[in-house]
């Protein structure tokens, strides 16, 4: 079920590993044709364009825009006891990590009357997105809301498509997990129109002294969605902040002959059965492992219950075995690929992860599964995608906060480096930049 890709006997250049390893993805571009008039329509039209649209694709239009705060605790009420004590403890897990994240102001003194800080400063008011699609995702409510809670933003909208089943609202789920972090404003839309409707707002009536009645737009909009979601954020990304323009999930392990194979092969059909688009891949130095683990891959994806995903996912071009010539060489292998999760399974694995470069989260020996990452570790499951853990951060706390630079100089500390800023601007040809510090002492100054 799973391609192969030989690397023993080689030593590939790290341009040669990233064009021969396993990766799909999804062509953004080839959406945005279908994608802009629908940004374009909720830009200018607002909320009834929203609406209109998500008729069309969802197939219902909700009551209202904005869930009345009695639906919300009515799904927390109806919610299945062990599912609520499950995601408490994943919100008190995560609360604890993301907690540790908070950033502290910082004072240099540069010069002797001459002071920078740096203070972070929350975002002023967020939209989080949570998909609704192959599966309901409170997970996604957790992972996107404490990080902004903990950093302080005041205001904030988790926006999720209304579904036929319920009648016209979010998943019951996605709503009790709101109700459990505290959150009440949940916007019942989803694709391109919602990530539209949070960057531009609108008014949920007609009547606009009605309470609630206002959806004011947000300076930022996390968390992942599909294609056309991707799409919509790219295209208000010069109106909003986005956290990423998120691709398929991936999970790449790196392995050597002491893993379990059952283990792995869980773990690959795991990431598997959440899209056809998912990515699977497995690196290691033993041939007997690749072969134990195909063929426990091929016995676990017979009985899982979504098996018709998981068997286009682990057979498609996104994933694959890799077989390398030892842990070494598979070191270069995942740090080339930059899985967005990347376990690590093999003798000595925490000093095996500890030399990692590029990862979005590492997952350390045979007890460190990504499910758990995806609940209960504490960490954060919006994790980068397609290679963009090279350069880029899962979502935190630090995703909501801007760090600004307060300049605070006295008369005696500009004068004492006036001269260097004039030859600077003098050498840039801007006078004018010059003359902004000349004029300061131009004469007496009361």
Known sequence: MLARIDLRGSTPTLAELRRALPRGGTDVNAVLDTVTPVVHAVAEKGTPA???????FDGIRPPSVRVPAKVIAEALEG???????ALRESITRARKVHADQRRETTHTQVADGGVVSEKWIPVRRVGLYVPGGNAVYPSSVVMNVVPAQEAGVGS????????????????????????????????????????????????????????????DPVDLITGPGNI??????????????????????????????????????????????????????????SVELADAVDAAVEQQAAATKHRERVVTALSGEQSGIVLV????????????????????????AA?????????GAIFVGPYAPVSLGDYCAGSNHVLPTSGSARFASGLSVQTFLKGVHVIDYDEAALREVADKVVTLADAEDLPGHGDAIKQRFAGSRR
């Not at 929203?50 to 069309?56: D, N, Q, S, T, Y």
């Not at 919610?79 to 004590?85: I, M, R």
């Not at 000093?351 to 990862?359: E, P």
Request: charged fraction near 20%; proline fraction near 5%.
């Open 50 to 56: 929203a609406l209109e649209f998500g008729e069309k």
């Open 79 to 85: 919610l299945d006891p062990q599912v609520a004590d």
């Open 156 to 215: 904030l909208v988790v926006a999720s498509p209304p579904q036929r089943d319920f009648g016209g609202w979010p998943h019951p789920t996605i709503l009790a997990a709101c109700a459990l972090l505290g959150v009440d404003e949940v916007w019942a839309v989803g694709g391109a129109q919602g990530i539209a409707l949070l960057a531009y707002g609108g008014a949920d009536t007609d009547q606009a002294d009605e309470p609630n009645a206002v959806l």
């Open 228 to 285: 056309y979601v991707t799409a919509a954020k790219r295209l208000c990304r010069s109106v909003v902040g986005i956290d990423s323009e998120a691709g398929p999930t991936e999970i790449a392990i790196l392995a050597d002959d002491s893993a379990d194979p059952g283990i792995l092969a869980s773990d690959l059909i795991s990431q598997a059965e959440h899209d056809v688009l998912a990515a699977s891949v497995l690196v290691t130095d």
């Open 325 to 348: 010539d030892d842990v070494e060489a598979g070191l270069a292998v995942v740090d080339a690929y930059a899985a967005e999760h990347l376990e690590i399974q093999t003798r000595d």
């Open 351 to 359: 000093a095996i992860a500890d030399r990692v470069h590029n990862a």
